[in-house]
């Protein structure tokens, strides 16, 4: 009989939360006894292991600050040679440069987010219609003619 491997996957999580550090982050996922491999970085966590796993892993995390952690697929395990600053000889390995470009624009993207769901909001809250009283109508009226 063959043992078939799951697919095995990577995932970047960005942290750019002022309720959740990284570390917050990284004792949900220890605590969830998943057979994954976690990496705490300066940005947030590396997540590497079965694709189930991982994506509900990923998942989980999010709900803790669905607007301010970001998810992004990561080709390599952590540790790989390939990518590794120490079997590289050093330096920032490839894409580090980007990636911190990108971590600076998440606090005006999640700020962006939580406008847009506070809108979406109201916008349900007033859908809700009723009726205005002529009396009410009248007031409003006088006090636009006053000004």
Known sequence: MTETKKEEITKY???SSDKVLPSDAAMKIYESEF??????????LIVSGAKDDVETLVEKIRQLDKNHIFVKDRGFPPG??????????GGPRPGFHFLREE?????????ALDELEEKECLMEKSKTKCRL?????????E?????
């Open 133 to 141: 009283k002529t009396s009410d109508l009248e007031k409003v009226i």
């Open 35 to 44: 057979p994954v491999t976690v990496k705490e970085t300066c940005f947030g």
């Open 103 to 111: 971590v600076e624009m998440l606090p005006a993207i999640g700020a």
């Open 143 to 147: 006090e636009e003619l006053a000004r």
């Open 13 to 15: 999580i960005v942290i």
């Open 80 to 89: 790989d040679e390939r990518r590794c600053r120490a079997s590289r000889g």
